[in-house]
């Protein structure tokens, strides 16, 4: 009897061997910038059971975090990322322009691909002692300003694009808009290459009286700081577009299509939305961002398209080499 | 001086020889030969474009003055310490022995943090350092500050197991013959630890053009003033401008060539003459 009972137990245990899994698994790489390690944590967890709901399937996401230009450069140079969700629209192009990415990228998911957005805002120190309320209190005497690098970081080009905007869109002449960014640069002691290093600056090292920062960072800057900095938005500022997009050539060799799609479609759901949100990212749905008026006040926005006619000619006029933002800083003699 | 290879006390020469072949080709010659491919792509006048702007060279003289004067200063202090250690017996010198090797350890992007959070107006020293006028974070002082301490083991390392092979009885017949303590200090010692001093000076040299972690924390990289060379390189790597920004690596590569190889003949001139 014991023996036939072991047969029967070797026999199914072998069917089961042979008889493929029913749940599949796949694992997709998302491969962004810095600041949006915590928000994947969490919407990972919630797509993972979503897709199990729905398909059965057992899903794994790894996040990749760092710079956004240096994350896309990892791309290009063969890191296998099924999507990319960059910091900025030239990121993401580049390694469209590589090959890797379908052309006309950027109409493939809704919201011309942009599940939430984000902007430039300011971080005060507490009871804000220099009155900063807007765009030309930061350049007043004796405001010291930190903000990262333009050339280096994408925090460091929105802050730039931000502050030139606040002059054209109000009515200011492009001469008047290089008078008030020379004026801020040269109140600026300090360019980090990042926005977590510049972070570090105006909080653990206290230099500075404004942080230009990204918004979602500011919320976390004031939360961490306990009470000793606060935050101030601006009446107008640039409008972020942190793009998302599965990488065609990656997916297509690793097989991860469905998958990767649905991902960054899932990005667009209400329960999404709401960890965006939560996230401190300005959600694409209004409904959702209507309920979340008290975090995200009402500014006036303006996209890249009001200071240059694309990313790129934005990225040649203002930071490339010998451009606008080099012109500013005169050599010493 | 005929080195015969053939009698070895040690076999298998040709398999050594060619195993350090394959690795100094595939670890060191292949990438950099990869580096000037890529700099090749550009035409001379691109090259000569991206690598003599006016910001550039305002960045390569920094990148060395900087870091000239901090392998100067740890030559000051190397020498110092590596008398300490190898000419005296006191209680907690293991302790100390083990600690020069410390900024080989530790990640230099974490010694820049710690040093600008010291050194600016809120800081440790800062707080004190900042109302005398003396800005040790955000300026070039803060750079050679954070370059001594990446530097620093070089030089010790270098000439603790030249003084520890010293003759004692050299400086006793110096001081039979009825030298003094300077003298045998500056004609006896001096002479016999200057090819060390030499070598270390150069290493701490070397490294101090190529850093990057520390000094762009300590430096606040602003244009013409505190930014380094690799701080360019990152800027124009960021515009996806390899080339260019292999064509600024280059010349830092140049530089630290043939700082190296002029050391090298130095010393042996120097060690033909005391031959």
Redesign the interface.
């Known amino acids: 009897m014991r023996s036939m009972q072991l047969v029967r137990l070797l026999a199914a245990a072998a069917l089961a061997a042979a008889v493929p899994l029913h749940a599949a698994s796949v694992e997709l790489l998302n491969v962004s910038y810095d600041p949006t390690r915590e928000l994947y944590r969490a919407i990972n967890a919630a797509f993972a059971s979503a897709w199990k709901a729905k398909t059965g399937d057992d899903v794994t996401i790894r996040q990749s975090h760092g710079g956004s230009?240096?994350q896309a450069?990892a791309v290009i140079d063969g890191l296998e990322a099924d999507v990319v969700t960059l910091a900025t629209f030239p990121d993401t192009d580049?390694i469209r322009r590589a090959g890797l990415i379908a052309s006309g990228w950027k109409t493939r998911l809704p919201n011309d691909s942009l599940p939430y957005t984000s902007t430039i805002v300011f971080v005060v120190r507490k009871g804000n002692p220099k009155g900063i309320r807007d765009w030309p209190d930061v350049v007043k005497p004796g405001v010291e300003i930190v903000t990262p690098?333009p050339?280096?970081s994408g925090n460091g080009k929105l802050s730039f694009l931000a502050a030139w905007g606040a002059v054209t869109q109000r009515g200011g002449s492009e001469a008047d808009a290089l008078a008030f960014v020379t004026k801020l640069y040269a109140q600026t002691?300090?360019?980090?290459?990042g926005a977590r290093?510049a972070t570090?600056?105006f909080v653990?090292?206290?230099?500075g009286d404004v942080h230009l920062a990204w918004e979602n960072e500011a919320h976390l800057e004031v939360q961490e700081a306990g009470g000793a900095v606060e935050l101030v938005y601006p009446p107008i500022s640039i409008l972020a577009e942190p793009h998302v997009a599965w990488v065609d050539a990656n997916v297509t060799k690793r097989g991860t299509a469905g998958a990767a799609k649905a991902y960054l479609e899932f990005l667009y759901t209400p329960e999404a939305q709401e960890i965006i949100a939560e996230h401190y990212y300005r959600p694409s749905d209004p409904s959702v961002l209507a309920k979340h008026r008290g975090t995200f006040p009402e500014m006036k926005l303006f996209a890249v398209t009001a200071v240059a006619r694309s990313w790129e000619d934005a990225?040649d006029r203002y930071?490339?080499?010998?451009k606008i933002f080099?012109s500013i800083?005169?050599?010493?003699r | 001086m005929t080195t015969d290879v053939n009698r070895r006390v040690l076999p298998g020469f040709s398999l050594s020889l060619g195993w350090t072949l394959v690795y100094l080709s595939l670890l060191v010659l292949v990438p950099t030969a990869a580096g000037f491919l890529k700099a090749s792509t550009l035409s001379f006048d691109a090259f000569w474009a991206a690598v003599s702007s006016e910001r550039a060279v305002a960045a390569y003289r920094l990148t060395v003055g900087v870091s000239l004067a901090a392998a100067l200063v740890n030559v000051a202090l190397g020498v110092l310490v590596a008398w300490v250690l190898v000419r005296y017996r006191f209680p907690g010198k293991t302790l100390l022995d083990s600690l020069v090797d410390f900024p080989f350890a530790l990640p230099t992007a974490v010694a820049g943090l710690v040093y600008s959070a010291l050194f600016v107006e809120s800081g440790w020293y800062g707080r004190f350092l900042v109302p005398l006028g003396i800005e040790g974070a955000y300026s070039r002082l803060g750079i050679v500050l954070v370059l001594v301490f990446v530097g620093f083991p070089f030089v010790v390392r270098t000439l603790q197991p030249v003084l520890e092979g010293l003759d004692r009885d050299v400086e006793e017949a110096a001081a039979c013959l009825g030298a003094t303590r300077l003298q045998t200090a500056v004609r006896v010692i001096f002479p016999s630890i200057l090819p060390a001093i030499v070598t270390g000076f150069a290493l701490a040299f070397a490294r101090s053009l190529g850093e990057y972690g520390s000094v762009v924390f300590v430096s606040g990289n602003m244009p013409f003033e505190t930014e380094i060379a690799p701080v360019l390189v990152v800027a124009r790597l960021e515009e996806f401008a390899y080339a260019e920004a292999t064509a600024i690596a280059i010349v830092l590569l140049a530089i630290s060539f043939v700082t190296l190889l002029a050391i090298d003949l130095l010393q042996r001139w120097s060690s033909r003459r005391h031959a």
């Open positions: 230009g240096t450069r580049a690098n050339k280096t002691p300090v360019l980090d290459l290093a570090v600056t653990q090292k206290k230099v990225a930071f490339g080499e010998g080099d800083y005169e050599p010493k």
